[in-house]
């Protein structure tokens, strides 16, 4: 096997220069960087160390991986809010987290040079060749955002969400209610729009296509163009369930631009209960995703898996009604 210091003697480098690459520390010229990981990829490098790591010797380091093409980000606070509960977990658990960037050498080689015992996907962009290559690898992983093979997922139960959402405006009285569902490639839009169906037709409603718009992602501006449309219509809704809080929040500033209040002309309801909504005016009637336990659970699979017991491809978190000013009786 091919070893750093015939890497470095390929390159002209030091050996240290080699290592200060695959452990991606930022002094290395971009040059250099990139000289060195091309004849990495060529020659098929692993660090004797991380051989030994993959035939089982362990590190407790766990990687994150983030990988999405959304616009949600990491500083989403439900993201966040479960990473951070899966960070607390695993260390608790005696590991230590690194961060695993998919550039330059993608993210099954970076594992691979880090030696880590696990990864946590948090969001996933199943388009991301380079991601399921570390699906497909033999390093253990969980996720929270996509359903693939055998991966253990753990995420809210968006099914049972939206039908407490649904049940909740009818118990109002609203009979025109719409939906802005997420993108469908997603679990969440998928879930929740099916719960949002479901929802109709437990409480005798019947479904309307015109009141479901699809967002193309989830944020605030889907949320403020959806609504812009559904008030264009003959028979506007008196209730909106969008797909999650921030797309709620565009909702909430499309029917104050048209002259109407939101909890009185027409309710929302959002999903995810983030700090925010609790604060706007009118406060935002949700669905809670409980992110700890989210974030708990995941640490505690991953924990599971790689000392091989046997785990859950998918766990379901029930989530909770949030009752709050932005919905109304029906006028």
Known sequence: MVGIREIARLAGVSTATVSKVLNNYSEVSDATKERIIKIVEEVGYIPDSSARALSSKRTWLIGIVYSEHLNIGLEHNYFSGVLEAFKTEVESLGYDVVFISGKDIGYLKRCQVRNVDGVFVVTADMMDTGLTELFDSKIKCVTTDVLYKSI?????????????????????????????????????????????????????????????????????????????????????PTAVYAMCDLTALGVVHAINEHGLKVGEDISVVGFDDIELVS??????????????????TLAQILHSSINNNKVETKTLIETKLIVRQSTAPVK
């Open 279 to 296: 604060h706007t005016h009118p406060a935002l009637t949700t669905i809670k995703q409980d992110s700890k336990t989210i974030g708990r």
């Open 152 to 236: 253990p997922l753990v995420y809210a139960n968006n099914f049972q969400g939206s039908l407490l959402a649904i049940r909740h405006l009818h118990e109002l009285g609203h009979k025109r209610i719409a939906h802005i569902a997420g993108p469908a490639s997603t679990i969440a839009g998928k879930e929740r729009l099916d719960g949002y169906i479901e929802g109709l037709r437990e409480c005798g409603i019947e479904y309307d296509p015109s009141l479901v718009i699809e967002a193309l992602e989830y944020d605030s501006a889907s949320g403020y163009t959806c609504m812009k449309q559904f008030l264009q219509l003959p028979n506007p």
